[in-house]
């Protein structure tokens, strides 16, 4: 797992936007709380940050140099796709 979250060069910060209690946010949450620890301890430097709002759609979003910025839905998605959109989006070289 380590690998997938090795941050590209490029990546300046990731967010994550979730209910605290929504069903949609669910897998989001049960993503964060496995992989946060992974991820943090691989990318010191980077911020990761998580936002709760209540009654939010989850959604992740990656901010590059230069001020671009990427963002994925999360709503619906197993904890294994999360997983892979953050994946991609964190490997992302924009």
């Not at 990731?14 to 069903?23: D, K, S």
């Not at 709380?33 to 709002?53: C, D, G, V």
């Amino acid at each position: 797992m380590s690998a997938k979250y090795a941050f590209s060069q490029t990546l300046k910060e990731v967010r994550f936007l979730f209910c605290q209690t929504g069903e949609a946010s669910g897998a989001t949450r049960s993503f964060l709380t496995r992989a946060y620890p992974t991820m943090k301890k691989n990318n010191p430097q980077t911020p990761i940050m998580l936002r709760e709002a209540a009654g939010i759609q989850p959604r992740v979003y990656a901010r590059y140099e230069f001020g671009k910025e990427k963002s994925e839905s999360l709503a619906g998605l197993s904890d294994k796709q999360i997983e892979e959109k953050v994946t991609s989006l964190v490997k992302s070289e924009i």
